[in-house]
């Protein structure tokens, strides 16, 4: 089963550690991650640019509109993301719990949705509107 | 030994895993003394298994190989996190690799009841004791765990958590309780062990009635007790487990519906499980503490003792209830009780005691309730009412043949 884990980081935490201290947790995500990979645990994962380089697209009256942000003032920012296979929720929070990224903020894990049934039921619609 | 080609290898793992991953998992956290790096562990042991395998051949006890390496994996893990972690107590606490670093393969068996303890220790809320247990022991994942006890996944997973992070915290010791504290600890053994055979039995949701590879494995469980400990409640239960899974075969059409006690092809019960059950049941009523599982299981031998549905001795089940009641009071022995009163007295007495019961908060969720109370008024011609029991039943019901089951009956009435 699939769960996608967001991973938040403390900025302001992180903004007082030395670059030595940032590049040692940086290589402990990323050989944490090759784990996962080797373990077949990996299904994928980004990570993300800061806040500030988002874009938001939404239709207002028909049309649509483009604005920066949102430029939400939190002291946690959404990090990154990975997709993990594991058995189950508990598997998924034990892999996520070894996260070295741990120590720079919390973890959200949210399993992916079974939408087979929402695919066939929406193909079948579809297939009968033709 | 190496009889199996190497191209044979991943389908033997995988029938390996599936026969053995629990054994092997109780082992490791008897080795290890953690869930977790326990279970990494023993992924990490069949993932060797596959690349070592086809090129060695399969060792001659592959079970112990599996543990061996497992435990020898999980160790080299705790090295790895160790040199990322900023203190060394995780190395200090490494488990000792001993002098061949090779596991004995006797005492399997005792781990798993180990384990089984250790799951449901007193330390621990019952409800996460059955959590544990069905995930530890037999294998069942946090979703389909949650489903089971109606539960959120979300809040599932985090009793499981806790739950293990107390048998972690408080140091409590991997083992068999001592005699003398047997009796208390197995109670809540019983309980959880039954709850497993009856996920199995009647998985409370999905498109398929039973799991027999979980109420086998509860069955089992029985018998590993009963040895164990020979409780009169032990025999009761084990007891119970076997007279259910006589009529397993029965219980399904061959098209996956349910088919009620009244109606099943009675030359299909397993004879030989049934002579287990009985004798078993003897044994426990000729004890001096007749317990609930023993009065369910006495219920099912009067069933069982029934050539025909008409022969049943439903003033015999009616007194057994009864006391059921009396020593295990709960809603669901109420509404059988209310259907052992309409098959002795008639539908309209057993509607009264069903209504009595519905007007209850804890019945009025419950789609079986609903289902009685339809069934006895179709028996009373009275069909407008059944229809709309029926269909609240329809609304609460978790599980797909129970469902067909129910639309059947509704398209019966409505011709």
């Not at chain 1, 940086?26 to 090759?34: G, H, K, T, V």
């Not at chain 2, 993932?47 to 006890?61: F, I, K, N, S, T």
């Not at chain 2, 003398?180 to 009856?198: C, H, M, Q, S, T």
Request: proline residues 5%; aromatic residues 6%.
């Amino acid at each position: 089963m699939k769960y996608i884990c967001f991973g938040y980081l403390d900025v302001q935490q992180w903004a007082t550690l030395s670059q030595d201290k940032q590049n040692a947790m940086i290589d402990a995500c990323f050989a944490y991650d090759e784990g996962l990979k080797k373990d077949g645990h990996w299904a994928g994962g980004e990570g993300l640019q800061g806040p500030d380089t988002a874009v938001m697209v939404r239709l207002e009256q028909g049309k649509v509109s483009v604005t920066d942000g949102p430029y939400a003032e939190t002291k946690e920012l959404l990090g990154g993301l990975l997709i993990l296979e594991a058995r189950d929720l508990n598997h998924a929070i034990h892999l996520i719990s070894n996260h070295p990224g741990l120590k720079m903020g919390p973890w959200e894990i949210r399993p992916a949705a079974d939408l087979d049934q929402m695919i066939r039921d929406s193909e079948r619609r579809r297939s009968v509107s033709k | 030994m190496a009889s199996i080609a190497p191209g044979g290898i991943p389908d033997f793992l995988d029938s390996l895993f599936r026969s053995e991953s629990r054994r092997i998992l109780a082992s490791l956290i008897r080795l290890l003394g953690d869930f977790d790096l326990a279970e990494d562990g023993m992924h990490d042991a069949f993932a060797a298994a596959l690349e070592a395998w086809p090129r060695d051949g399969v060792p001659d006890h592959p079970r112990a190989w599996l543990v061996s390496t497992g435990r020898f994996k999980a160790i080299d893990r705790l090295r790895r996190s160790a040199r990322f972690s900023t203190s060394l107590e995780t190395l200090a606490e490494l488990p000792d690799e001993g002098p061949s670093g090779w596991v004995e393969e006797e005492g399997v068996e005792d781990d798993r009841l180990r384990l089984i303890f250790t799951c449901c220790h007193p330390a621990l809320p019952l409800e996460a004791c059955t959590a544990l247990t069905l995930r530890e022991v037999c294998g069942l994942t946090t979703e389909a765990i949650a489903r089971a006890f109606l539960t959120a996944p979300s809040t599932l997973a985090q009793r499981i958590v806790r739950a293990k992070a107390k048998l972690r915290d408080a140091g409590i010791p991997f083992e068999i309780p001592a005699r003398a504290d047997l009796p208390g600890r197995l109670e809540a053994v019983l309980k959880v062990v039954y709850l497993v055979f009856n996920e199995g039995y009647s998985a409370s949701s999905g498109e398929a009635l039973t799991r027999p590879d979980l109420s086998g494995e509860a069955i089992r469980l029985g018998r590993l007790l009963l040895e164990l400990l020979p409780d009169p409640e032990v025999k009761g239960l084990l007891a119970l487990m076997l007279l259910q899974e006589s009529r397993r075969a029965a219980r399904v059409s061959p098209e996956g519906d349910l088919v009620l006690l009244e109606d099943q092809d009675r030359s299909r019960w397993d004879r030989a499980l049934m002579a287990e059950g009985k004798a078993l049941v003897d044994q426990a009523l000729a004890s001096r503490r007749v317990g609930a599982y023993t009065l369910q299981a006495a219920i099912a031998a009067v069933h069982a003792e029934a050539a025909e549905a008409p022969a049943t001795d439903w003033g015999r089940i009616l007194g057994l209830y009864t006391l059921l009641a009396r020593v295990a009071p709960s809603p669901v022995v109420e509404l059988n009780r209310a259907v052992a009163v309409a098959m002795r007295d008639g539908p309209q007495a057993g509607l009264d005691l069903t209504d009595a019961l519905l007007a209850r908060r804890d019945m009025a969720e419950y789609h079986l309730a609903h289902a009685v109370r339809a069934d006895l008024c179709r028996r009373l011609g009275r069909t407008e009412e059944a229809l709309v029991s029926y269909r609240q039943a329809l609304g609460l019901v978790q599980q797909g043949p129970e469902r067909r089951f129910l639309e059947r009956r509704v398209a019966e009435l409505q011709t």
